[in-house]
């Protein structure tokens, strides 16, 4: 596609409740970014893929968040039981590997 | 660990003052050195970056930034900003050694131009 593409654009779940975000990205890069963007606390890292490496999960927040990527493409966010303090945008990118990353537009995700 | 400072949190400025938003990093090898804007309701784009060889890299819309080593920073600046100019900064990281997608951010300065 065009750009990275993510869905939904808006969550609203309640709390305890499990999500999933979708992230799509550029087609041919074959490293896949998600970072978790709160008010006032600039962009913290979740987790990396590159290729058909193992990911880098060092920036998940504890066991309820997991990722995965199948055929090295699309990209799942899951987070389980969802807490207050997991609201957030959540933002994809991708790149070419060292090269410039390219962002979504983020899930924003409101826990209730 | 490595850590990203970004010192002001807003800055308000009138059209065509000059811009400089700080920036410190602690890191003590080799960076990569990258500023992010983010337009009111966009997504984040590049503005500039910093690998190797001229400190003084020159980014979109006129903007610039300088690595100096010794002061671990790598500010950005404007000589005129518009009102266009209004958005958030993002000054990120990558340190060599480090995972390749761990890029770390600064909390983000947000500039507020008045036409």
């Known amino acids: 596609g065009a750009g990275v593409s993510q869905s939904p654009s808006n969550k609203v779940t309640e709390k305890g409740k499990d999500v999933e975000l979708r992230c799509d990205p550029i087609?041919?890069?074959?490293?896949l970014y998600w970072y978790r963007q709160s008010l006032g606390q600039g962009l913290e890292f979740l987790i990396y893929?590159?290729?058909?490496?193992?990911?880098?999960k060092s920036g998940l927040p504890s066991d309820r968040f997991s990722a995965e990527r199948t055929g090295g493409s699309v990209s799942t966010l899951t987070i389980q039981r969802t807490q207050q303090e997991d609201s957030a945008v959540y933002l994809c990118?991708?790149?070419?590997?060292?090269?410039?990353?390219?962002f979504g537009a983020g899930t924003r995700l409101s826990v209730l | 660990a490595q850590s990203v400072s970004q010192h002001n949190h807003h800055v308000i400025l009138s059209e065509a003052a000059s811009l400089e938003l700080g920036c410190n990093y602690s890191?003590?090898?080799?960076?990569?050195l990258f500023w992010y804007v983010q337009y009111p309701g966009q997504h984040l784009q590049l503005l500039l970056k910093?690998?190797?060889?001229?400190?003084l890299v020159k980014g979109i819309k006129g903007f610039e930034a300088e690595f100096i080593k010794s002061k671990f920073s790598f500010n950005l600046r404007k000589p005129s900003v518009q009102w266009s100019d209004t958005a958030e900064y993002f000054c990120?990281?990558?340190?060599?050694?480090?995972?390749?997608?761990?890029?770390?951010f600064g909390k983000g300065t947000k500039l507020s131009v008045k036409p």
């Open positions: 087609s041919g890069h074959t490293a």
């Open positions: 910093y690998f190797s060889g001229d400190p």
């Open positions: 890191y003590g090898g080799t960076v990569n």
């Open positions: 893929f590159q290729g058909n490496s193992a990911p880098d």
């Open positions: 990118a991708s790149s070419s590997p060292g090269l410039e990353r390219y």
């Open positions: 990120a990281v990558n340190g060599y050694g480090g995972s390749q997608g761990n890029l770390i």
